[in-house]
């Protein structure tokens, strides 16, 4: 395979507008930045489910969909029945937890889902001054702090036997989308303030339906796009079926592809494609197969570019974290930290820790990471070894990202959202 030796200047973009939004707001899925990173000083290390609650507000039923904070509000979604036929975004008061208000989609049609990933497993998205909520099925919808509906938007019936997940991401003026998975896979753009239409791109797919390709087996992309500069242009990063895909966040003009996510179990992307010092990594899902790219590239990049592929890897739900020249990343199964080379994709330490859905966060020099017993790991991040510094459990399940704001840490389980803080 030819290299490209091209070092990319990479990026990336606080991709909310935080012209009303106060603090260190946590905006959207994965931060600022869509890439985990925090630039909080202090948050919290060690805490249960007594020590350093501030509060916590009950939600009427589990789901994987991660909190946001903006501008004094706490946002999460939660269906109210068990067959989504109510799919409903939360607000809370951030300083006390009281909830503000509840807004409802009505959706007749029960659609198929796994147990696994209830229904509202999506994050919001806010700017400070309105928030966008993706329920798949039962739409897009924009509305403002006070729980108003400004618009919303049919997209079409996403079908699929695991569900949906993908989570909108506001960029300037526009709201990026990764629809899917299901018959029909777009990603596209809306704007803020209308809901109108201003790009949509079709990626190719083969096969019977919705969930499997043309052999039978597994496919979709549950990945949120990423938003990032390249070499002085903006580039909305996507991890789909079995490529990642490059767009023009003007226009939606494909800028790059780089092929190698087809895996022998399926066409599968859960996790978010990670980017730093001009390389990107992304990873299949169940255990498909890992990536390395060498950014810069115009096309079809995939033989010019593509540094390294793995065809094999641990289950990969929740996102990493790229810091300092080394990728972290958790595995959903079996429940693994792992170290990565993101030059050659040699794993350089693994630590078992717990099965991980949610993302990894970062700030203060410590990662974080909740499992799925709602455990919440904290971590040094070294090439050289595991350094744990707590593991915090709050005793509730969960499958979400925590999200950190001014120092405290927002984590929501099946049961609850809770405030951490010291």
Known sequence: ??????????????IACVNFASGNDWPG???????????????PVTWNATTNVKWKAP???????SPIVSNGRVFVTSAQDDEGHKRSLYCFDRADGKQLWVHTVDFPKTMPTHKTNPYCGSTPAANGEVVVVWHASAGLVCLDFDGKELWSRDLGEFEHIWGYGTSPVIYQDRVILNSGPGERIFVA??????????????EP???????????GKYKGSWCTPIVANVDGKDQVICTMPTRVVAFDPKDGGVIWTCDGIRGPKGDLSYSQPLLSDGILVAIGGFNGPGLGVRLGGIG????????WRNEKN???????VFLDGYVYRPNAGPGTMECLDPKTGEVIWTERLGNCWGSIVYAAGRCYVTDQNGKTHVFKPSPEKYEGLGANELGEPSNSTPAISDDQIFIRTFNHVYCIGE
């Not at 939600?59 to 969909?65: D, E, K, S, T």
């Not at 753009?189 to 079709?202: F, N, P, R, S």
């Not at 079809?300 to 540094?307: G, H, P, W, Y």
Request: charged share 25%.
């Open 1 to 14: 395979m030819r290299h490209c030796c091209k070092a990319a200047t990479i990026v990336l973009l606080a």
């Open 29 to 43: 899925f994965r931060g600022p930045a869509g890439n985990g990173i925090a630039t909080d000083e202090a948050p």
């Open 59 to 65: 939600l009427p039923r589990p789901a994987n969909g």
């Open 189 to 202: 753009a809306y704007d803020l303030q209308t809901g109108k239409t201003i790009w949509e791109v079709d």
């Open 205 to 215: 797919q083969q096969g019977k339906n919705g969930s499997e390709r043309e052999d």
């Open 300 to 307: 079809d990049i995939t033989e010019s570019n593509r540094l």
């Open 314 to 320: 641990p289950q990969s739900i929740g996102s990493g």
